[in-house]
């Protein structure tokens, strides 16, 4: 039997400063109860080395 897959999307409130609200760390009772999410920065130098 197939287990059946849920596919979340994550949101974000409108006129959410995501920027200033991604870069917060989680607080220690965050972490213990598992309410924190990682967050992954993905940055794209455009500089041309030549």
């Given at each position: 039997m197939k287990?059946?897959?849920t596919k979340?999307?994550?949101t974000i409130a409108v006129g959410?400063?995501?920027e200033e609200?991604?870069?917060k760390e989680a607080t220690m009772d965050e972490v213990e109860q598992g309410d924190y999410t990682?967050?992954?920065t993905?940055?794209?130098d455009e500089n041309d080395p030549s």
């Amino acid at each position: 039997m197939k287990k059946r897959q849920t596919k979340e999307e994550a949101t974000i409130a409108v006129g959410m400063d995501t920027e200033e609200e991604l870069q917060k760390e989680a607080t220690m009772d965050e972490v213990e109860q598992g309410d924190y999410t990682q967050v992954t920065t993905l940055s794209f130098d455009e500089n041309d080395p030549s």
